[in-house]
């Protein structure tokens, strides 16, 4: 009789201990899944904000200072494009901004701006505009002994060389007109040697 007793209590217990430790195994299960969904969640909110600082891209400003650049782009569009390309080598957060020389074609013995060459000056205003606006923009005008007969009493070489000096100061003419300062504006001393038959003006940050 005590022994039934005995198994009988026994079974009961039994019964009990097994619910209890099946209750605990899952909680500790569903604490380990929280616990994995939370460290998933940090991961991936990390993950995202490492791209969203990766995905940002460097942008003008007052703090950043102008430096001169390596590449020269002739013409509106190809300014343009190389402006994009330079933004887009500089790192975010830059104080410094490579400034791509702007090349003014001319046709020959013609010294006007033509509406390209306006709007080219223009692109590379609007970024010297949106720096902090110390750096000196140098004209730099380009000459050669050139093939058409040169006035009387002058060499061909003087000849193409003062049109090339006329140019250069239309471009500081339109540079004052647009509201850049004297001080930070310097014609080339001397025309510079054109490669072949080209002519033009270089404008570039010194």
């Known amino acids: 009789m005590k022994l039934n007793n005995i198994f009988k209590v026994a079974v009961l217990?039994?019964?009990v201990i097994v619910p209890v430790s099946c209750q605990s195994k899952k909680k500790k299960a569903e604490e380990a899944a929280r616990i994995a969904a939370e460290e998933a969640a940090r991961q991936k909110a990390a993950e995202e904000e490492a791209a969203r600082l990766a995905a940002r891209t460097f942008e003008l400003s007052e703090a950043v200072t102008a430096v001169a650049g390596e590449t020269v782009a002739d013409g509106a569009e190809a300014y343009r494009e190389a402006l994009a390309q330079a933004k887009?080598?500089?790192a975010y957060g830059s104080e410094t901004f490579a400034v791509p020389t702007a090349?003014?074609?001319y046709a020959n013995?013609?010294?006007?701006?033509?509406e390209d060459a306006k709007e080219t000056l223009k692109e590379f205003i609007n970024v010297w505009s949106a720096t902090d606006k110390k750096a000196v923009i140098l004209i730099e005008a380009y000459s050669n002994d050139g093939t058409k007969t040169?006035?009387?009493g002058a060499s061909k070489?003087?000849?193409?060389?003062a049109i090339a000096v006329e140019r250069a100061n239309l471009v500081k003419g339109w540079l004052f007109a647009n509201q850049v300062p004297a001080r930070n504006v310097k014609v080339a001393a001397n025309p510079r040697k054109a490669d072949g038959d080209q002519k033009r003006v270089n404008v570039s940050i010194q």
Do not use: D, V
């Open 157 to 161: 070489a003087e000849h193409n060389a």
């Open 150 to 152: 040169a006035p009387e």
């Open 103 to 105: 090349g003014l074609l």
């Open 88 to 90: 887009k080598a500089t």
């Open 13 to 15: 217990a039994a019964l």
């Open 109 to 114: 013995e013609m010294c006007s701006l033509s």
